[in-house]
């Protein structure tokens, strides 16, 4: 999914941006809507959060879990999220 959006310029073109990106966004000092920043991780249109039969919902899903167990990690037991770097 992630390579195929080259062409629209994504935020994330790897895992490991895709990673990055979300940390920053869980420990950034500002709360963010997700349209604001799954849109350009994910070079996606802010109606792909309407379709939910749609290829891009299932992208918005997986990232909207991945940010939660982030977001969890780092507030329950953040120094095993320290070990595993």
Sequence with gaps: MLQARVDRHPVA???PTLDGYVAAI???P?????????CPL???DA??????GAP????????????N?????LSTTPLRADAAA
Excluded: C, N, Q, R
């Design 30 to 38: 500002v709360s963010m809507s997700p349209l604001d920043w799954i």
């Design 13 to 15: 073109t790897s895992i």
């Design 69 to 73: 167990e982030i977001s969890k990690t």
């Design 47 to 52: 109606a792909a959060f309407d379709h939910g």
């Design 56 to 67: 891009e919902f299932a992208a918005i899903s997986a990232v909207a879990l991945h940010h």
């Design 26 to 28: 869980v420990t950034g």
């Design 42 to 44: 994910l070079a996606i």
